[in-house]
């Protein structure tokens, strides 16, 4: 055992980045009066909150390993086994990836954050009800994140393992295998840049006189924190004009009563159509910040699209069985029968049948293009296909045993498949990669036209 990379640079920035805004907008929020220009600070941190965490879910589908959401430990049995597990003396660490602590924590906060940014805007657009929610969540966000550190720090003493140190080095102790090949420093870098732009463009479109917002691309207009002046200092009406008013006149006040809503909503027989544009300018938003990365990942020109198109496939399957794998321990004993049969049969005829595969032709291709003929360069690969091989041909023991070892079963498949996963992403990352750069779309459907003749 040693340390290997879990967790790629993107997660680990998304991770820290959300620390300090949503730590900073609490703060700013409860420490300077609505009526000061910086509480509308607040506001500015919360929406880049919102665009990381879109960002973020755009990488919890196609990043690397530990970074998807399909890796997530969510099962309950799972949680209260790891719970109960935090106060043994002889409990183990976390493994690899999120515990299921972890996981779930990182759902719900994820869902507060993007809460936090709705009733958020629509509290800027007027809506009093949205206000009061607002400071629901944000009082229930902070809660979450006191019991997170809480959790950790409980962690690091019963379990002795710094869950901390590995959240900025990306580092934990585990077997070389189960390591991811990258810490894909190029997408940290896009995610960089595509916070510090949004940014950028949020403060451009910041009036601090008028404590006015105007939202990047949909031009959406918000008034941050309580603009009413007081004595002789000038008012802004509902169409952002100023007219002068004093403290002890309050005909204008009525008369813009008569003619406005809550916080100068127009008040002319269309609230409810405004209202509903307002829930479409959010849904707009939501679009455009996850589009602002999608088109860069969903479309896959790269010559290799069909060896990743089948990996993608394999592993859709490989997330079907983990789930049964999973569902063992409460099932009945025939049943159990049935799943561990199930799975062996569809290792040993799909998993061995395409590591033959990929040794008769990717391979050679693979070390051709490497110049390492003589000494192969997928010589760990074939070596990896070995183990899976024989981890393979151990659970076909486990599932023949009278009468059958579920758990038994269930750690020694979580164990295959996790090898199976970390295996496929090494192919992805490194011998792929090497192939897209030296070949072309043509040549690459050669390979696959000829391998498919014999």
């Known amino acids: 055992m040693k340390q290997i990379l879990i967790w790629d640079l993107p997660v680990r920035l998304a991770h820290w980045l959300l620390a300090a805004l949503v730590l900073g907008a609490f703060a700013l929020a409860n ?9 509308a600070w607040h506001a500015i941190a919360g929406l880049i909150a919102v665009f990381v965490i879109a960002l973020r879910l755009v990488w919890g589908l196609v990043g690397t390993r530990y970074a998807r959401f399909g890796d997530f430990s969510l099962r309950p049995t799972e949680l ?28 719900v906060i994820y869902a507060g954050i993007l809460g936090l940014g709705i009733t958020g805007f629509l509290t800027a657009r007027g809506n009093e009800s949205a206000e009061e929610i607002h400071e629901v969540l944000a009082w229930s ?26 959240m900025i080095t990306g580092r934990k102790i585990g077997a070389d295998l189960a390591g991811i090949p990258s810490a894909r420093v190029g997408t940290a870098g896009l995610l960089i840049g595509l916070v510090v732009a949004f940014g950028a463009l949020l403060l451009s479109g910041f009036d601090a006189g008028t404590r006015r917002l105007t939202l990047p691309i949909v031009g959406t207009t918000l008034t941050i924190g309580d603009t009413k002046d007081k004595g002789g200092i000038e008012h802004q009406d509902a169409t952002g004009k100023r007219r002068p008013g004093g403290g002890d006149d309050e005909s204008n006040d009525h008369e813009d009563e008569d003619r406005s809503g809550p916080r100068g909503l127009a008040n002319d027989g269309t609230g409810g159509l405004e209202m509903g544009l307002h829930n479409v300018e959010i849904f707009v938003m939501a679009v455009m910040m996850a589009g602002v990365v999608l088109p860069a990942v969903a479309a896959d020109d790269r ?14 399957h490989l997330r079907h069985l983990d789930g049964m794998v999973g569902a063992l321990d409460g099932a009945v004993v ?27 032709h990717l391979y050679p291709v693979v070390d051709e293009r490497a110049g390492r003929q003589g000494q192969p360069f997928t010589a760990s690969m074939r070596y990896e296909h070995g183990i899976i091989g024989r981890a393979i041909d151990g659970l076909s023991t486990l599932a023949a045993a009278t009468p059958p070892d579920a758990k038994a079963f269930a750690r020694a498949a979580d164990r295959v498949l996790g090898i199976i996963g970390a295996h496929f992403e090494k192919e992805e990352e490194v011998f792929l990669p090497l192939l897209d750069r030296s070949m072309t779309r043509a040549e690459v459907e050669a390979v696959l036209k000829a391998s498919s003749a014999h």
Do not use: C
Not at 304 to 309: H, I, K, L, N
């Open 31 to 39: 420490l300077v009066s609505d009526e000061s220009v910086a509480f």
């Open 80 to 107: 209260a086994r790891y719970l109960r597990g935090v106060f043994s003396r002889d409990a183990e660490g976390s493994g690899a990836g999120h515990n299921p602590a972890t996981s779930w924590f990182a759902i």
């Open 141 to 166: 966000v902070i809660g979450l994140v006191v019991m997170h550190v809480v959790g950790v720090l409980l962690h690091v003493v019963r379990k002795r393992e710094n869950l901390i140190a590995s």
């Open 303 to 316: 010559p290799t699209a069909g060896f990743r198109a089948e990996h993608a496939e394999i592993k859709e």
């Open 334 to 360: 025939e049943e159990r029968q049935r799943t561990m049969t199930f799975v062996v049969k569809f290792l040993d005829e799909h998993i061995r049948s395409h590591a033959a595969w990929e040794e008769a």
